[in-house]
């Protein structure tokens, strides 16, 4: 079910690094009908199944669960409600079909990636207006953001794979050791809501690269884009080196990180669970890298104000990226820490620009913030407000829920809102996972150290300076593994990304990450001919 | 594991009717008693995570609650402190368990919801 998307594909080098908004350079605004209705590029079918060994495949338990739109709170489809069973059948194809694709040249493998990057790149509009429907973020972001990107990684580890080479010692005159990488084999990936496609490109992308199969299972509230993903690029891989398993973590979840039939397990999601997996993976003796929460702080130096210019309006625009994807992020920047003595002209500037976001529809171009993934997000966002508010934190903006008309009436929006407080508060603590920003004040770069460093995790961090032996200094000293200095939220292949603390293990997104899908194979040769002496 | 009482900490959970209820059908189900451990981070952040008793191996660093029903319930001791020693009710809401946790009935998931802390942080 494949067709070729009649809008131009956008150069990659314009859009892989930042947001580009090409529909509004070229001034026009447009608002996309709703996957299967008339008139969208997007087809729904009622039900969909499991993808396993290149086909479509049924659950072995014949049970499927209601998908809803966040934006409506209707079910868009139905997904697979599979059962540990599925779980055997993916992992049956995937080793059936892992050796051949592991003894393929790194060339025939990067060929792959390459079509899949291409098909993905022939129909980003569909699965941007796919997984903007299903997960709630705007439309603006998946087409300029999340989807080239997505594509961008099957490309940078095509090319990371074709360029690796792997290294030899001379022992002796007559020994040699020589290296090579090999694939795990299967490998197993439970990925999360927030960035569904994305999400899945920077898990499949290195392990596909590296010569390994997959089972992969999707989140919960945002099973369908990654199906409709395989609808696209499905028939570019070999059948059974990509398999999808949907259903219930307990029970897919814990049959694919528990099964004594994949070589490692990779996992983005929250803290509990990771510890939960990395157990598991103790138990089978295999690698395991995980991608865990984060309450990233966000650094305002005073001298951003020094001059009113592109750049601080670059960091006014940096302090309201906490509402990007809805603060649905890990790293999102949760925690505003602005040098107090800019703090009323800034978060002035800042608030006027909140105030300015556009909630609503987000197959709507022009939409800023869409609606949180699902019911009980929403709730629990607002229980955070009401927590922080208790705790005494001032509301200086937002603290509802919208009204929003139409069919958008029962959507599980939130409105941006920013709470102000000191870093020991709840709200300062705990990664909220919604547009609420917790905003406080330091002295100086020393307090501005201890605040950010004062919390359990370590994911992100942004430091805004025009001083770069400061924005130096403090990068280096935050206890993160992914410190935005003078930016935020850029996500580009060939930067590192993970955790410090509580926030996981291992990077993604650069080329080491095929080491963690790979072992390392020595092959120590002796070209003697002489016997020890020892027997 | 054998639930230890430390500290105690026993009396700074409690649940709700619904949640009880859920615990019991649970306990049936499984032949024996559920474990609750808060979670921290990231997209289930305030959701307590229920597996099947022992299922989860707990060390040094997990700070028992209380025992719901015969159903340990503990947090990460450092995650107690930043939240500010709360206490937590146990209730049952619509909706998705997240993670790997068990569900709390047909459609429902546990939430944790917070009493007044003991310390009020300063």
């Keep these: 079910m494949q067709r070729c998307c009649s809008v131009p594909v956008p150069s990659v080098l314009s859009i892989t690094t930042t947001v580009v908004m090409e529909e509004d350079r070229k001034g026009r605004v447009m608002k996309y009908e709703a996957p299967g209705r008339p008139g969208s590029p997007v ?10 060994g290149g086909k479509w495949q049924a659950p072995t338990t014949g049970d499927y669960s209601p998908n809803l739109c966040p934006a409506t709170a209707k079910p868009i489809c139905e997904v697979p409600k599979s059962g540990a069973q599925d779980i055997e059948l993916a992992l049956d194809a995937a080793h059936a079909a892992q050796p051949k694709w592991g003894e393929a040249s790194t060339a025939q493998r990067a060929a792959a990636l390459n079509a899949v990057a291409d098909a993905i790149d022939a129909h980003r509009e569909e699965l941007a207006i796919a997984e903007s429907w299903e997960n709630g973020k705007p439309v603006r972001e998946t087409l300029a953001a999340d989807i080239p990107l997505a594509a961008d990684h099957f490309r940078y580890f095509a090319a990371a794979i074709r360029a690796e080479e792997s290294s030899i010692t001379e022992i002796d005159k007559e020994t040699v050791a020589y290296h090579f990488h090999e694939p795990l084999g299967v490998v197993g990936q439970i990925i999360p809501f927030n960035f569904p496609l994305l999400m899945a490109a920077w898990k499949l992308a290195p392990a596909l690269a590296a010569g390994n199969a997959t089972v992969l299972k999707p989140a919960s509230p945002t099973p369908w884009s990654i199906l409709k993903l395989m609808e696209v690029i499905g028939d570019h891989l070999p059948p059974g080196v990509l398999n999808v398993v949907n259903g219930p973590g307990a029970e897919i979840g814990k049959a694919l990180a528990t099964n004594k039939r994949i070589a490692k397990v990779a996992f983005t999601g929250e803290t509990t669970t990771g510890r939960l997996i990395m157990q598991y993976a103790s138990q089978n003796l295999i690698p395991v890298t995980l991608e865990l929460g984060g309450k990233s702080p966000n650094i305002f130096f005073n001298d951003v104000a020094a001059e009113d210019d592109d750049f601080l309006d ?28 800019i703090y009323e002209e800034f978060m002035g500037r800042c608030l006027e620009r909140i105030r300015a976001i556009k909630q609503g529809d987000p197959l709507d171009t022009a939409t800023m913030i869409g609606p949180q993934v699902s019911r009980q997000q929403v709730e629990k966002v607002a229980s955070y407000v009401e927590i922080g508010l208790k705790e005494g934190a001032e509301l200086l903006v ?38 609420v920003l917790a905003v406080t004040t330091f002295k100086d770069e020393a307090e501005a150290l201890q605040i950010a460093n004062d919390t359990l995790y370590g994911l992100g961090a942004g430091v805004w300076s025009r001083d770069t032996g400061r924005t130096y200094r403090m990068g280096r000293a935050i206890k993160a593994g992914r410190v935005w200095t003078n930016c935020y939220h850029q996500y580009p292949a060939g930067a590192a990304f993970g955790g410090y603390k509580a926030s996981g293990i291992g990077r993604e997104t650069h080329k080491m990450m095929l080491e963690h899908y790979s072992q390392t194979k020595n092959l120590l040769v002796s070209y003697d001919t002489k016997p020890l002496g020892l027997f | 594991m054998p639930a230890k009482v430390e500290n105690g900490n026993a009396g700074c959970v409690t649940a709700t009717e619904a949640a009880h209820r859920a615990i019991e059908a649970l306990r049936a189900a499984h032949g024996g008693p ?7 981070g990231c997209c289930d952040g305030s959701d307590p995570m229920c597996f099947p008793g022992g299922e989860l191996a707990l060390g040094e660093g997990d700070m028992l609650l209380g025992v719901l029903d015969g159903c340990t319930f503990h947090i990460d001791a450092d995650l107690f402190e930043a939240l500010g020693r709360p206490r937590l009710l146990l209730d049952v809401e619509e909706g998705t368990p997240g993670g790997f946790s068990l569900a709390a009935g047909d459609g429902l998931h546990f939430v944790t919801r917070v009493r007044e802390p003991r310390n009020k942080a300063s």
């Design chain 1, 43 to 52: 087809d729904v079918a009622p039900r969909y199944e499991n993808f396993i």
């Design chain 1, 314 to 341: 670059k960091a006014v625009e940096g302090l309201v990226l906490y509402a990007f994807n809805k603060g649905e992020v890990c790293t999102a920047p949760s925690r505003a820490l602005i040098q107090e003595d």
């Design chain 1, 398 to 435: 937002g603290g509802h829920r919208p009204t929003i008309g139409g069919e958008f009436k029962d959507g599980y929006f939130y409105e941006p809102t920013v709470l102000k407080g000191h870093n020991k508060m709840r709200v300062f603590q705990e990664e909220i996972f919604g547009p």
């Design chain 2, 34 to 40: 559920v474990m609750f451990v808060q979670s921290g």
